[in-house]
């Protein structure tokens, strides 16, 4: 048996290896998204007001209590981001600290403690640069990284818990969508409300979506396209990616109101678009409300000429088909918009094309 190495490195986390690596039985042609997990977790606890010791341990089960409040009160937040592999097997993150501020924003939502950047950021590296054997080679995927947060107070009572645990594991993936998505768009279920979480990556906003997504499942679809919760009529995101539309010669994507998640991918492609509409033949992008009404109009008129969603996960998703009030529009299969938007994010997600807004970073 193998005995694990304890080192004590310079950003003073706490490192156990694992003593021998999982990576070789690991097909990576065939890891699909989210089964496969890396030979290590980074994981801090919080007690009596203070962050303690970081330590980085072989992947594995974590000690749960039955009354950890998380499990009761849901006080359970995450972020999804990705290491990607450049063409000289140099590792790269995009926007890192876009997610930290999200992680803390979420935090501060749910009333748990904020992560300190070094704690965050220096806690990804090291995971990431022990772990880097597991980001997939020659295109054919990239390493997801998870950082959760849950509140781990042995309480029953309805209050903010005063200890939490802050992981982060990896996993390499490939895509998360194989095919174009097909969406409903339903007024019986909403996501969020304005007042609520819904701009949070609170695990609750996920845990609301199964049932109303399992009953657009059912019927044919990937996923509930969510509308607004007061009007049902204002399209706000998907729950798994932000969406955009390209109505005649314009871009158009809902106006965050709260309680929709301000996407990096979303914020990204809204940057590249602004910067290079012209070049697509557009006439610009609109951040606006934008009713399901309007895009039902547009498709009768001819003028729907795509639709896609935009996630770490999803990455540049193309919309194949939405379904609302019993109908489906069906859209076109030429999608200039959103190829030309995929090339150039992955491009420079994995430095091929040049990052003239500095979004990525070497480890
Ligand atoms: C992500 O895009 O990273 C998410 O967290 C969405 C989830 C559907 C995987």
Redesign the pocket.
């Given at each position: 048996m193998s005995i694990p190495i304890i080192q004590q490195n310079k950003s003073d986390i706490k490192i156990t290896r694992i003593g021998h690596s999982r990576l070789n039985n690991i097909d990576m042609e065939n890891v699909g998204?989210?089964k496969v997990f890396s030979d290590h977790m980074f994981i801090c606890h919080y007690e009596n007001g203070e962050w303690q010791t970081p330590e980085i341990v072989p992947y594995g089960k974590i000690p749960l209590s039955p009354s950890f409040s998380a499990i009761h009160y849901g006080q359970a937040i995450?972020?999804?981001?990705k290491a990607y592999r450049g063409d000289n097997d140099e590792v790269l993150l995009f926007r890192p600290e876009e997610n930290w501020k999200r992680m803390n924003h979420s935090a501060s939502r749910l009333s748990m403690p904020e992560i300190p950047k070094s704690l965050f950021i220096d806690g990804l590296k090291a995971l990431i640069d022990l772990d880097k054997a597991w980001i997939p080679q020659n295109d054919k995927g990239q390493l997801?990284i998870?950082p959760h947060m849950f509140a781990t107070d042995e309480f029953i009572g309805v209050k903010a818990s005063e200890s939490y645990t802050f992981v982060i594991f990896t996993c390499p993936v490939s895509f998360?969508y194989k095919n174009p998505v097909k969406l409903l768009a339903t007024k019986e279920y909403t996501r969020a409300a304005i007042g609520g979480m819904g701009n949070a990556?609170a695990a609750g906003n996920?845990a609301a979506s199964l049932f109303p997504d399992k009953l657009a499942k059912n019927q044919g679809y990937d996923n509930v396209l969510w509308l607004d919760a007061r009007l049902h009529q204002y399209i706000e995101e998907c729950?798994?990616?932000n969406v955009f539309f390209v109505i005649d010669d314009v871009v158009v994507t809902p106006l965050p109101t709260g309680t929709i998640l301000g996407?990096v991918?979303r914020d990204s492609v809204i940057k590249l678009l602004k910067d290079s509409y012209n070049t697509l033949g557009l006439n610009g992008i609109e951040i606006r409300r934008v009713s399901i009404y309007e895009i039902q109009d547009a498709y009768m008129q001819g003028t729907l000429r795509e639709a896609f969603g935009t996630?770490?996960?999803?990455t540049i998703a193309p919309i194949a088909k939405i379904g609302f009030g019993g109908k489906d529009m069906n859209l076109p299969e030429e999608r200039p918009v959103s190829s030309w938007l995929y090339k150039q994010l992955y491009g420079i997600q994995t430095g091929k094309i040049y990052d003239p807004y500095e979004w990525v970073i070497m480890l």
């Open positions: 998204f989210g995450f972020e999804g981001m997801y998870r998360y990556k996920y729950g798994t990616m996407g991918t996630g770490t996960a999803a």
